[in-house]
């Protein structure tokens, strides 16, 4: 029987507060994990009462318990209850292998350069007038709107109808997933169905649910020296060991790795091959062939990340490394995310069936099922064309802005700068002569209202590199020419003209 008189103090409401009596609860919660007053693994009261106790309605204790579990704090199981999640345990042993503890690895995660540089990036682009480059998201202004209103007041009455309008619809799931694999099949030759695909919130969520079947602590995780940040920190939480692999103007070095699996115990191999983050440059194919036998013969698990692949501009996109017939060591990640704005949290992993269930099971974990109305307007935008349709119109729109801002980088830095025409992307990556510290121009260029990441933020080890990512995507022709203008003051002023 759970012992009622310890959650009176452990929670406590501000009944005149702004803030929901749900959320409230939810965070009080996640305060009493975090710093041990509950135990991972400790049952919760019933959601009747913890009502009953806190003077609430059961609707809002049972909403709090799915606000804390959608991050992981909790867990349900059928007929026993809700409980702390086991996965924030600390390790047993206190090895370098096991890894830090939870409160210590999330600390050290807020410390670095990415996520401390983040926190300037969302204070900034609240002023008015701030510019921001970002790392390549579309513009949220193309989306058609009449379109999206119309399929999602189609979905609406259907669910309604259908009596599924409820979150955690088996059937509008697998709607959703049929038509991704249609998709996949069609347009990246993809030999798969809906049993190969496990639906996810974001990029980020299929990374972890992916790490987390993979890999134990201690696995060496191999990934390309600038990568993406939230991927291997990803990895580092869980208690990896990252190793780097070296990049060229050809894409990922895939010569090095046989060496590096003979001297580490490589369980996996993270990869963005198609416009490698971030320098946009697509991997070979010779180079891709080749990583698929070394994934064999060393039987290592290739995570693809594969997050732009519908913005192409030259010639016809590479096919993932996951269409490939013979291969059996690659699990895909993919997004609608990019296509559709991050407004629409609809990203999705391609593995094996097996794997796929391991997969779901976590992500019911973590959490449950995902909005069965959204599962469906999408995957009619899919069957019926409007997708593809709308995917055409922007990237020729993007196409236009990507050579705007080249045209303008040009003026601006003229020799000082190399950029390369990518092949897609929504992202341009740029390089500077010694003549320029970016690290200088960064911090410059913030004094004068604009965002931009330095090149530094996209290397594992932390190491000086004097380059930048800017996205053209998400900015207007207008607006590419007052951030390059910005951009180009930034460095009058190091040089001391302003």
Not at 72 to 79: A, N
Not at 180 to 207: F, K, P
Not at 277 to 284: C, Y
Request: proline share 5%.
């Amino acid at each position: 029987m759970v012992q009622m008189r310890k959650w009176q103090p452990l929670l406590k409401l501000d009944r005149a507060g702004q803030r929901p009596s749900y959320r409230q609860i939810a965070e009080g919660l996640v305060a009493a994990i975090a710093d041990g007053r509950l135990r991972p693994g400790e049952l919760l009261p019933g959601s009747r009462e913890m009502a009953q106790l806190l003077k609430v309605n059961r609707k809002t204790v049972i909403l709090a318990y799915e606000e804390a579990a959608t991050k992981g704090w909790l867990h349900s199981e059928q007929r026993r209850g809700t409980f702390v999640s086991q996965h924030l345990a600390p390790a047993a042993s206190p090895t370098p292998a096991a890894g830090p503890p939870f409160a210590l690895a999330l600390h050290e995660a807020l410390a670095t350069p990415y996520f401390a540089h983040g926190e300037q990036v969302t204070a900034h682009c609240d002023r008015p007038g701030a510019l921001f480059f970002d790392n390549g998201t579309s513009d949220h202004r193309l989306l058609p709107q009449a379109v999206l209103h119309r399929y999602y007041r189609k979905a609406l009455r259907s669910s309604f109808a259908s009596n599924t309008v409820r979150h955690g619809s088996e059937s509008s799931s697998r709607y959703l997933r049929g038509a991704l694999a249609d998709m996949l099949r069609h347009q990246r030759g993809m030999n798969i169905g809906a049993e190969h695909i496990c639906l996810t919130q974001g990029v980020q969520m299929s990374l972890y649910l992916v790490a987390r079947a993979v890999l134990k602590p201690g696995d060496t995780v191999l990934i390309e020296r600038l990568s993406y940040p939230p991927a291997w920190e990803i990895f580092r939480q869980l208690g990896a060991r990252l190793v780097t692999v070296d990049l060229d103007e050809e894409g990922c070095r895939v010569d090095q790795v046989d060496a590096l699996c003979r001297l580490h115990n490589v369980r996996a191999m993270y990869i963005t091959p198609h416009h490698q983050f971030p320098t946009t440059v697509s991997l070979h194919a010779g180079r891709r062939q080749q990583l698929l036998e070394l994934a064999r013969q060393h039987a290592f698990c290739v995570i693809e990340e594969d997050y732009d692949h519908e913005f192409h501009y030259a010639g016809q996109p590479y096919p993932p490394l996951a269409s490939d017939r013979r291969q059996r060591h690659v699990i895909y990640v993919g997004s609608l995310s990019k296509a559709l704005g991050s407004t629409f949290r609809c990203s999705y992993i391609v593995a094996p069936p097996q794997v796929v269930e391991v997969l779901e099971r976590q992500a019911a974990v973590m959490l449950g099922q995902g909005d069965a109305v959204m599962q469906r307007m999408l995957a009619d935008l899919i069957i019926d064309g409007e997708l593809s349709k709308h995917l055409r119109r922007v990237c020729a729109e993007y196409r236009r802005r990507w050579e705007t801002l080249a045209g303008c980088l040009r003026a601006a830095f003229g020799e000082r700068i190399v950029l390369r025409e990518p092949e897609g992307g929504q992202a341009l990556w740029v390089r500077f002569d010694d003549t320029i510290d970016v690290d200088q121009l960064v911090a410059h260029a913030l004094q004068l209202n604009l965002v931009v990441r330095s090149g530094r933020q996209f290397s594992p080890l932390g190491e000086r590199e004097n380059a930048l990512r800017l996205g053209f995507a998400s900015l207007s022709a207008e607006e590419i020419v007052q951030a390059t203008e910005r951009l180009g003051r930034a460095w009058g002023r190091m040089k001391g003209d302003d």
